[in-house]
């Protein structure tokens, strides 16, 4: 165990993101922390020393302290304690034992529309606290969101969602590590305001909470791109569209959270209460009151009048004295792959990264922070061509990514390093000089690590004429992996959780009645016309064993209401011979079978048993023939043995 500050000792890590290392730690035994009973496990996240080496950080981080530490509500994770001793900013919370929601998505899939409905209400409720507290989170996703894991009724096991990361994303956006053209946040999860630079209010937590329901309910986020740049003009650029899964009442509550000007957007308290009305109104066992009152959400969701503002941190980019700086560490022409110090490509969609000096390059500590990037060799912190003076500072891609949180320093070397080493202890197996030059560097397999999760927070850098493109949102936007009109998108590369078979996925039956295609709601129409309610929705047995609901005489609607979809196409390059795969799959256990008949033939001593039966045999009926014979010439007959 290694000691964290003067108080506490660090067990295990947990995991590590883009603003620090999560470990399990516990109070050391002398010392009484209060609000900590002595012995009680706690999660500490370490902040990177990025941040721990910003002044600027560090007095957020003590003015923040008085305004994290009282966020108490049962879906927020509770802040105990923050440390700031030497070199180490800490932030001591509750442990919460079970796996964030993206990790859960990742094992389990998406959720059924019901179960997301009610698990964002309860994120939703975590939000209105905040805001009304005057904290805006600035960085919602599934991996903010742990599960802790409870014991239920009859023995069932619960989640109960806790939202952390409060103020992190707030006290990344530093001067000293954000500058103009950047945003903090985690591109599948920006709102356009914050994207462009705008302003931002508490909104953008909605607008977060919007793409997250998107996502528990079809398994991807709506906006996706081959960057984070793409991502980001598709915010700015592309209307959502309703998946096929997607309950109207749902998609009422998913559209008004993403519109694009965030003055249209409800208010935190009034999403959770729509959440709840749509999850009673969308169930197999809905009554036909909770039904209409779920068709009737949208009067709910009516724009927020007094949405909370986020305090200027004066890293707000897009201002009159704007200084060009890079996308995301971006060096050389555009059209260049981006590289890290010795031409190792790396994606710039995928990676996590924290960057720090900006063109001004006068930031105090700068220099340490461009050390302390991790190194992949000589060129890793100088300045690459066309980058106007910039380093690839602070980009700690050694500490991203998750695995092994003693990778952090990994490959970091210069002076200035041995301090930082302690602070964050290394438990990797190549300690901290990294590891041997044949083996992939700690950061390359944190990138792909990364690459693999694609939606970790980010601090964005932006040249000025790539934010003009995402100010100008009829410039055509990079293609996307967006879905034709009417169809689901479907997901790409790096984005979106493996998707399951699609007997695994909710799926919902047949409507067994249908509304009136006229039926309005609350006035609030969504712009894209979706096809009509279809209620109720049933969830696959898998998920849901309910029993059919009750249902209310309604005239049914006619089938041409419903927009026509195109059938999917399949793969150009495969021909679909109904039985193919029965067949393959025979032939396979044949040739399986076949093997190992030979290898037992081989490698046992099956033949010498098989010969020693076979000889057996002939003994014992040579045996029986001959007694035969002799009882039969002893007795006078002349038959045959009995074989
Ligand atoms: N209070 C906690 N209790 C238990 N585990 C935690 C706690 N806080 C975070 N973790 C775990 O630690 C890991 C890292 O958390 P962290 O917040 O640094 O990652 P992240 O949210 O993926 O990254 P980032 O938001 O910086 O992109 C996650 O897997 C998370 O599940």
């Not at 802040?79 to 900013?89: F, H, I, M, Q």
């Not at 991790?374 to 500072?393: E, F, K, L, N, V």
Request: proline share 13%; with cysteine.
């Amino acid at each position: 165990m290694r000691p964290v500050g003067s108080k506490y000792l660090l067990e295990e890590a947990l995991g590590r993101g883009a603003t620090g290392t999560v470990w399990r730690a516990r109070v050391r035994d002398d010392v009484a922390v209060p609000g900590i009973e002595p012995g009680r496990p706690v999660a500490i996240k370490v902040l990177r020393e990025e941040l721990a080496n910003d002044p600027d950080v560090v007095m957020r981080f003590l003015r923040e302290r008085s305004v994290l530490l009282r966020l108490v509500h049962p879906n927020i994770v509770r802040v105990r304690d923050l440390v700031v001793e030497g070199d180490l900013l800490a932030l001591v919370m509750d442990l919460v034992e079970g796996p964030d929601l993206y990790r859960y998505l990742r094992s389990n899939g998406p959720l059924s529309p019901v179960a997301g409905a009610l698990l964002m209400a309860q994120i939703a409720d975590a939000l209105a606290a905040s805001h009304a507290d005057g904290v805006v989170h600035r960085d919602l996703k599934p991996a903010n969101v742990l599960l802790a894991t409870t014991g239920g009724p009859g023995g069932a096991e619960q989640m109960h969602p806790m939202l952390t990361d409060f103020g992190i994303a707030r006290l990344a956006d530093s001067p000293g590590i954000t500058r103009t053209h950047e945003f903090v946040g985690t591109p599948a999860y920006v709102a356009p305001e914050s994207a462009e630079g705008r302003p931002q209010t508490s909104a953008v937590d909605v607008y977060g909470a919007g793409i997250m329901l998107y996502e528990l309910v079809t398994g991807r986020p709506p906006f996706q791109g081959d960057g984070p740049l793409a991502i980001l003009h598709a915010h700015l650029a592309q209307e959502p569209e309703r998946p096929r899964n997607m309950p109207e009442p749902l998609w009422t509550v998913v559209e008004r959270c993403l519109r694009k000007d965030p003055a249209q957007r409800p208010g935190a308290t009034a999403l959770a209460r729509a959440l709840r009305v749509v999850a009673a109104g969308i169930g197999v066992h809905s009554s036909p009151a909770q039904v209409d009152e779920a068709l009737a959400v949208g009067a709910l969701l009516l724009p927020d009048p007094d949405p909370a503002q986020v305090p200027p941190t004066g890293g707000a980019f897009g201002g009159p004295d704007a200084q060009p700086t890079r996308v995301l560490g971006r060096s050389g022409p555009p059209d260049q792959t981006p590289t890290l110090g010795d031409g190792v490509r790396y994606d710039p969609a995928a990676a996590t990264r924290l960057m720090g000096a900006g063109p001004a390059g006068a930031v105090p500590g700068s220099e340490d922070r461009t050390r302390a990037m991790p190194s992949a060799g000589p060129g890793a912190g100088q300045r690459g061509p066309g980058q106007g003076g910039q380093g690839q500072g602070g980009q700690g891609q050694g500490g991203q990514g998750q695995g092994n949180a003693g990778q952090g320093n990994a490959g970091q070397g210069g002076p200035g390093q041995a301090d930082r080493t302690r602070v964050m202890p290394s438990v990797g197996p190549e300690g901290p000089a990294g590891p041997p030059p044949e083996m992939p560097q700690a950061w390359e397999n944190q990138l792909r690590a990364a690459r693999d999760r694609g939606r970790q927070t980010e601090v964005g850098y932006f040249e000025p004429e790539e934010m003009q493109q995402l100010r100008q949102p009829q410039v055509a936007p990079p293609p996307y992996r967006q879905g034709q009109a009417g169809q689901s998108p479907q997901p790409g590369p790096g984005y979106g959780y493996p998707q399951q078979q699609p007997q695994q996925q909710p799926q919902y039956q047949q409507p067994r009645q249908q509304r009136p295609p006229q039926r309005q709601q609350g006035g609030n129409a969504p712009q894209a016309a979706p096809p009509p309610y279809q209620r109720p929705y049933e969830p696959a047995p898998a998920r849901r064993a309910e029993p059919a609901p009750s249902r209310r005489p309604e005239p049914p609607a006619p089938r041409e209401a419903a927009p026509r979809r195109e059938p999917r196409p399949r793969s150009r390059n495969r021909t679909y011979i109904p039985g193919l795969g029965c067949l393959k799959g025979c032939l396979m256990v044949l040739l399986i079978l076949a093997i190992a008949a030979a290898a037992l033939w081989n490698f046992t001593p099956l033949p010498e048993w098989w010969h020693t039966v076979q000889h057996q045999f002939h003994s014992v009926s040579s045996w029986v023939s001959d007694t035969w014979k002799q009882l039969s010439s002893s007795s006078g007959t002349e038959a045959g043995p009995p074989y």
